[in-house]
């Protein structure tokens, strides 16, 4: 059977991996090629570049690391962050991602998605969904993490999958950079709602958030940036806490 | 010389990438004459069954490597391993290569599809150069799968289905998955099939 992924996700600044605490103040960390490399090797089960640049030449770097990536990381890698058009969609797989993450445009433009689908197939169609807790449900979040949308994230994830997604990226804003757990109410409440792949992000602090997710929520996949970047626990160590919990993992 | 059939069907660089990790040299081409040339072929591919035997054809490839397939070590990797076969049924109705007898079929089963992520192999017997690979995860992405006789199969993954995940006719294999991106087995995957080819 299909085992549950592991993945590090690296936030991508001008070329430079970066992270953020609740989508502000952002700290260098270093190069993208080779911490995925180094991730690949210690048995990521994927990596997920998420461009950030606020600038043409940023995202014109994050192509070229995009083809540094294919031609040094054996494990699948998706690529978000700024995909506006199909023309984004198709310059970042023809360098070599193997799936492309879209938000905001995506939200403004459900067709992007659908025309991107047809194109290339919905296994490289990744639908990243920000979503923040209101009284009346979540909200779909846009720009970062900073704007309501005023959508309901429930019912955008749904349209999300008809319109041709191939996998939802999901993110609590209100976890995101707290580490104490993965959103588990809101990741339930979309795994439950569609019959595509959910990656759960947003919150994680320990190994031990990994496994409680996957036992908590029928989730494909959960993401981690800071616990991994910061070297505070390492792949090997969240594969052993799901192992030793009974989650279904890749050993590598 | 290992030879990389370039047809448009999807991006090529970590098959190439893998090959030349492996220290062999790699041509990645649609040339007749650099293919007739080459040690091992190498059919790779993403995308609809129907769109990549239009590729083949409109670029006359279909009857050299029907041909090659008789002369050298030949790999069908993914899409490139469904073209392997004699018919397919993914858009509409399609012939392929017809170099292992089978059928390109809908995968039947409860699960979600695409068959997404990484999935473990149990390898049949009598494959030695493949056992050291049971239980070992590799990466797959397809909706489609292969339906031939059991003797041709060499490795499956379990999905609501038995998924064929490596074929083999004579000097002729085919990977469902994606060996250049399942990490370190993959490699060594590739590498079996190169050692296999030299016999």
Known sequence: ?252 | MIAIVDYGMGNVASVSTAFKRLGYEVILTDNIAELEKASHIILPGVGSFQAAVEEINNRGLKEPLQRLANEKPFLGICLGMQLLFSEGYEAGFSKGLDIIPGTIEKIETEYLLPHIGWNALTIKKGHQPFQSFQDKHVYFVHSYQAKTDDKFIVASAEYGTEVPGIVQKENVFGIQFHPEKSGEVGVGILKAFLQEGQK
Not at chain 1, 21 to 33: A, M, Y
């Open chain 1, 1 to 252: 059977m299909i085992v549950k992924r592991i993945i590090p996700c690296l936030d991508v600044k001008e070329g430079k991996v970066v992270k953020g605490t609740n989508f502000v103040s952002l700290r260098e960390l270093g190069d993208p090629v080779a911490m995925a490399s180094l991730y690949s090797k210690h048995g990521a089960d994927e990596i997920i570049f998420l461009d950030i640049s606020a600038t043409n030449e940023g995202r014109q770097t994050m192509v070229d690391i995009v083809k540094d990536t294919a031609e040094n990381v054996f494990v699948p890698f998706t690529v978000g962050g700024g995909v506006r058009t199909i023309d984004d969609v198709t310059r970042l797989l023809k360098a070599g991602a193997d799936k492309v993450g879209m938000n905001s445009a995506a939200v403004a433009n459900p067709e992007l998605i659908t025309e991107s689908s047809l194109r290339f197939g919905a296994q490289c169609i990744v639908v990243a969904i920000d979503a923040k807790r209101f009284e009346d449900g979540w909200h779909v979040m846009t720009h970062g993490g900073s704007k309501d949308s005023g959508i309901d994230a429930i019912e955008w994830a749904k349209t999300a999958e008809q319109k041709g997604a191939g996998e939802i990226l999901l993110t609590s804003v209100d976890t995101d950079g707290v580490k104490d757990g993965f959103d588990i109410e809101l990741t339930k409440t979309v795994v439950d709602a569609v019959r595509i792949p959910v990656i759960a992000s947003g919150g994680c602090g320990t190994p031990e958030h990994f496994s409680e997710v996957f036992e908590k929520t029928d989730v494909s996949a959960a993401l981690a940036a800071s616990i991994f970047h910061e070297e505070t626990f390492s792949i090997r160590q969240v594969k052993d806490s799901c192992k030793k919990q009974g989650v279904n993992i890749r050993e590598a």
